[in-house]
């Protein structure tokens, strides 16, 4: 399942996983959410309820989409890692995506493909 992530004019392909969450993911599309910054690595959004099977992560990697806690996605634009989440999808190419994201909060759409 692929969907295009738009941050600051620029949209990015992702793979969204087929897994439950994944699917229940894809249903709530199109979304805009304002995210916030977090650690200088990541952006996130709580208010996004999903299924969940949280399993720890010790590496997460730039593009990675994580939901934390049932029901904030979270967006990685560096590496991170120590807590548990569960996996949504991966963005392809990063390519630009920090630049994107910016400092602070951010609009973010995601939209099916």
């Known amino acids: ?7 600051a004019g620029k949209a990015f392909t992702a793979t969204i996983d087929g897994s439950e969450t994944g699917k229940a993911f894809i249903q709530r599309l199109p979304m805009k959410l304002e995210m916030s910054e977090l650690h200088g690595n990541e952006k996130y959004c709580y208010g996004v309820a999903l299924p969940h099977n ?6 997460i990697e730039a593009g990675d989409i994580m939901l934390y806690s049932g029901d904030c996605v979270v967006l990685f634009y560096g590496p991170a890692g120590g807590y548990s989440y569960t996996r949504i999808g991966k963005i392809e190419d990063i390519t630009g995506l920090a630049d ?13 493909q």
């Not at 399942?1 to 941050?7: E, L, Q, R």
């Not at 994107?100 to 099916?112: M, T």
Request: proline share 0%; hydrophobic share 35%.
């Open 1 to 7: 399942m692929k969907v295009t992530i738009t941050a």
């Open 54 to 59: 949280d399993s720890r992560y010790d590496r």
């Open 100 to 112: 994107a994201l910016g400092r602070g909060s951010v609009s973010v759409k995601f939209e099916k």
